[in-house]
């Protein structure tokens, strides 16, 4: 259950924002972890921790991928940010 709340954390920051949230929704289920490993011992935390960490990368890239769904035909305003050369967006276009 807590894998797909972070999958769907990670897809709306995926579909909006730029990765700069991405690294703090990450220390967020880091010390999410942690709290989890203390709590539960190290074998279900770290598990859990894996899992959460995957669900949320796993969103953050399908957000991207949904972004540049909708933007492409135009269902969705492009937005400013594209135009930069290091956002993880840009790999998409090519």
């Known amino acids: 259950m807590p894998a797909l709340i972070h999958l769907r954390a990670g897809?709306?920051?995926g579909s909006f924002f730029r990765i700069q949230t991405l690294a703090i929704f990450a220390v967020?289920?880091?010390v999410e972890g942690?709290?989890?490993i203390i709590q539960s011992g190290a074998s279900a935390g770290l598990s859990w921790l894996l899992v959460s960490q995957c669900g949320l990368q796993f969103g953050y890239l399908g957000g991207i991928c949904l972004r540049d769904v909708l933007e492409r035909p135009g269902v969705a305003?492009?937005?400013g940010r594209r135009s930069s050369e290091?956002?993880?967006?840009d790999v998409w276009r090519s």
């Not at 290091?86 to 967006?89: A, C, L, Q, R």
């Open 11 to 13: 897809l709306l920051a």
């Open 77 to 79: 305003a492009q937005s």
């Open 34 to 36: 942690v709290a989890f």
């Open 28 to 30: 967020a289920v880091l």
């Open 86 to 89: 290091n956002d993880v967006g």
